[in-house]
């Protein structure tokens, strides 16, 4: 990308952080040298389902904003998970300010809870800054907090937020805001979400490599379990500080920071791999765009924008900003195949106007990695029926139809495979016609005590006989799972087949007629033509008429009438073929012709 010509010389800070994985806070610093290194905490919070989020970012700096605030966020539907985290920077050689303690109650339909001393159950450090001789020292803390939202039924909720009180001199230290992050059931849905949350600190000091000293903060990492299926959008909600400050030192003039963004797969950059390097040009091994340029846009600076989104980002939007502390959206399109996500920040201002005060600032904070993907979880049940001693599965469409005479014995095969991309379990065929469930089975091939995998198969077969005829339907159910459970607000998925079976019973009929030799043809009509009268010598024609009336072929057919003396091998044919089975419903009509005895 080459040094960023576009870039506005000595702007008012901007500052990024991943609301899943860190956020950035920005100030203005002493110009001390210091290598940038990252400290991410993975906090124990993941879920998956229909969910989505809403998050509202609490300002918290000192002597510029009154250092306690009230925000207002919307939920849909019931609170699945809620996490709060604040940070702070301080010059001081204590490895942390004594009181990190926040106040915090929220307000929403089931009343009010609240902690006015909520200590922190997380914590990450800019871990590299060793030297506590006056080098900054930035933290971030994290706490879930669920609990506090009651009944988490759906409204609006009130935070309201009270900052850590500590001796440490405001001049030294400095607390930069607060962020709120929930995440709600919105049920049903036809994609599932995955949201973790991280927290992360880290600093970054100079621009375009001045003093020698880092540009950029260090790179952040997602990889994900498996390779997306489709390309997918993923959405960071960000927090971040310094969004509007208002400093002298500023001279009216915007700083600009960017967000550099990769996507790829196989291995992953660790935190020391850069995507930009100090100078601003970009480090061609992982082929990262500068995704954001000038990201953040507080109200008091519009002449600072516009923010600029390059793939692959797609969509940058902005939510609560200011004063000194923002939250905003990201959307980045992961394509089919990739398994991680990368971004740096970089602070690319080279101190026009400020030949000792290189532009620097920190980053901390969390919030959540929203990750949208394509579930289409999909079950097919294939039905067949063999003869009894027939190894299970069957052919569907081949082995659809038995035939026996009554106490028959067959195997019923049941097929069942995950044809989507979401885990099942459990799997249930039921079959009410033969009134048997899988538990009444016996399992083939595959393993029912586990979840059934996308392109997994189990096969069972069932042992019966023939009692009557049957064209029975079974149906199978599959409940979408993420590895501890059902996934919220995800339908179970269905699918139906069926197999038939016959109950052999032969039967034929035979009508007997009489007809005038006279031009007369066979057949007779039965009940009609059952008598002819005349001298001895009237000729007269016999018909014989043959009706397959069961469900199964029959072969021979023979004819025997006892007082004529014959048999039909020694009639005429009429119609129909004697010399093949007479299937069901098949007829035969012979004739013969004689004289009145």
Request: with cysteine.
């Amino acid at each position: 990308m080459g040094h960023h010509k576009s870039h506005r010389k000595g702007a008012p800070s901007r500052a990024f952080g991943i609301l899943l994985v860190l956020g950035m806070i920005l100030a203005i610093l002493e110009p001390l040298p210091s290598p940038a290194s990252a400290e991410v905490i993975d906090i124990p919070v993941s879920i998956e389902g229909c969910l989505a989020t809403t998050a509202v970012g609490v300002g918290m700096h000192n002597n510029i904003v009154e250092p306690a605030g009230g925000v207002s966020l919307a939920v849909s539907g019931p609170v699945a998970a809620a996490v709060v985290e604040w940070t702070g920077k301080f010059n001081v050689a204590a490895p942390a300010p004594p009181d990190t303690t926040l106040g915090i109650d929220i307000t929403g339909p089931s009343g009010t809870n609240g902690d006015s001393a909520l200590a922190p159950d997380f914590v990450a450090s800019d871990s590299a800054i060793a030297d506590p001789a006056g080098f900054p020292q930035v933290f971030t803390y994290a706490t879930v907090i669920t609990d506090l939202f009651g009944d988490g039924a759906a409204g609006t909720y009130t935070v309201d937020i009270t900052p850590p009180t500590d001796p440490v001199d405001a001049g030294t230290s400095t607390w930069w805001g607060a962020t709120v992050t929930v995440a709600y059931d919105t049920s049903p849905c036809d994609e599932v979400t995955d949201i973790s949350w991280k927290v992360g600190a880290d600093w970054y000091f100079g621009g375009g490599g001045q003093l020698g000293v880092d540009a950029t903060t260090d790179t952040v990492t997602y990889e994900f379990d498996e390779p997306f299926t489709v390309d997918t959008v993923v959405t960071l909600q960000t927090s971040h500080g310094g969004a509007d400050w208002d400093s002298p030192r500023a001279n009216g003039q915007c700083r600009v920071s960017v967000i550099w963004v990769a996507t790829g797969s196989g291995t992953a950059p660790t935190a020391t791999d850069e995507l930009v390097f100090d100078d601003g040009t970009m480090n061609p091994a992982y082929g990262a765009s500068e995704g954001v340029i000038d990201p953040f846009t507080p109200p008091n600076q519009t002449a600072c924008g516009p923010v600029i989104a390059n793939a692959p980002v797609v969509a940058v939007r902005g939510g609560d900003v200011g004063p000194e502390w923002a939250v905003v959206e990201t959307d980045i399109l992961m394509p089919a195949g990739s398994t991680w996500l990368a971004v740096q920040l970089e602070s690319p201002r080279d101190n026009n106007g400020f030949p000792t005060l290189p532009e620097s600032g920190t980053w901390s904070g969390g919030g959540i990695l929203l990750v949208t993907r394509q579930v289409a979880p999909a079950i097919e049940l294939e039905k067949t029926v063999l003869e009894a001693g027939s190894a299970c599965p069957g052919v569907e469409g081949t082995d659809e139809l038995v035939t026996g005479v009554d106490g028959t014995a067959v195997t019923y095969c049941f097929r069942v495979e995950n044809t989507g991309d979401t885990d099942l379990f459990p799997v249930v065929i039921d079959d009410p016609d033969l009134g048997i469930t899988n538990a009444d089975m016996t399992r083939v091939s595959g393993d029912d005590t586990v979840p059934l995998a996308p392109d997994g198969v189990l096969v069972y077969s069932y042992e019966t006989t023939i009692t009557a005829d049957l064209v029975n339907t079974a149906v199978v159910t599959g409940t979408p799972f993420d590895g501890e459970g059902p996934i919220p607000g995800l339908e179970d998925v269905t699918d139906s087949n069926d197999a038939q079976v016959q109950l052999v019973g032969p039967a034929i009929s035979l009508e007997k007629t009489v007809l005038d030799a006279g031009g007369s043809a066979c057949p007779g009509v039965e009940g009609t033509d059952e008598l002819v009268s005349g001298v001895v010598g009237t000729p007269v024609i016999y018909c014989f008429r043959v009706e397959n009336t069961g469900d199964t072929g029959l072969f021979p057919v023979v004819i025997g009438d006892p007082d004529l003396g014959i048999t039909n091998a020694d009639m005429t044919l009429v119609s129909g073929d004697d010399t093949v089975p007479l299937a069901p419903d098949g007829v035969l009509v012979y004739s013969y012709e004689t004289t009145i005895t």
